[in-house]
């Protein structure tokens, strides 16, 4: 697939087959995701994959901050579509059936807050599209970080941020392709 195929065609995939996806291929996916740029060349990404037991813990946290943090604001932007908000529960007590977490962690720099958040961004960026164009798909997420503090014991982590937590596996759904916002540029002085 082109870069603009792969941009195009990418979707959060939220259902799973339960096929495990083979080490290697997550290696791959993980070493075009370094290639991200990052403030003053830093690289202050850290991911961590996980399967098995943990995986099933991390499910139970993932749906315990649907549950505190998360349905209260979903309800509120979706309130003509309870619909929505049952599958979005759904996918976090499950995180879609996903074979494999990856876990995306940012380290701070002397750069600050916005600009390690954003490195991390381009990193997870180049991550889902990587995923993508190799048949797996894969879903950013940011809900099950206010629990982060459990993620982290339960991964060992104590030093780190926690940006966002990436279900992937091979796809068990075809999304629907959304429509794109109109207005979102502002030219100036191009008359």
Same mark, same amino acid.
């Given at each position: ?22 080490? *290697?291929?997550?290696? *791959?996916? %993980? ?20 399967? !098995?037991?943990? %995986? @099933? ?10 549950? *505190? ?26 995180? !879609? ?5 990856? %876990?995306?962690?940012?380290?701070? @720099?002397?750069?600050? *807050?916005?600009?390690? @958040? ?9 991550? %889902? ?39 992937? !596996? ?12 109109? !207005? ?8």
């Amino acid at each position: 697939m082109d870069l603009e195929t792969v941009i195009r065609s990418r979707r959060s995939i939220r259902k799973f087959k339960t096929d495990p996806v083979p080490k *290697e291929l997550i290696e *791959e996916i %993980l070493d075009l995701a370094f290639w991200a740029p990052s403030g003053m060349n830093q690289q202050n990404w850290h991911f961590v994959v996980v399967r !098995g037991a943990k %995986l @099933t813990t991390l499910r139970g946290i993932s749906k315990r901050s649907f549950d *505190e943090h998360v349905e209260t604001n979903l309800s509120k932007v979706f309130t003509d579509k309870p619909k929505i908000v049952r599958a979005t529960k759904r996918f976090f007590s499950t995180l !879609g059936g996903a074979p494999v977490v990856i %876990l995306a962690y940012r380290m701070s @720099t002397v750069e600050g *807050e916005s600009t390690d @958040t954003q490195s991390v961004a381009a990193a997870i960026q180049n991550l %889902l599209l990587a995923a993508h164009a190799r048949g797996i798909g894969a879903c950013w997420m940011t809900g099950p970080t206010h629990l982060a503090a459990d993620i982290d014991r339960l991964v060992g982590i104590d030093d780190l941020r926690l940006q966002a937590v990436i279900p992937i !596996g091979y796809s068990d759904v075809r999304p629907p392709i959304p429509t794109r916002k109109g !207005g979102k540029v502002q030219w100036i002085g191009f008359d």
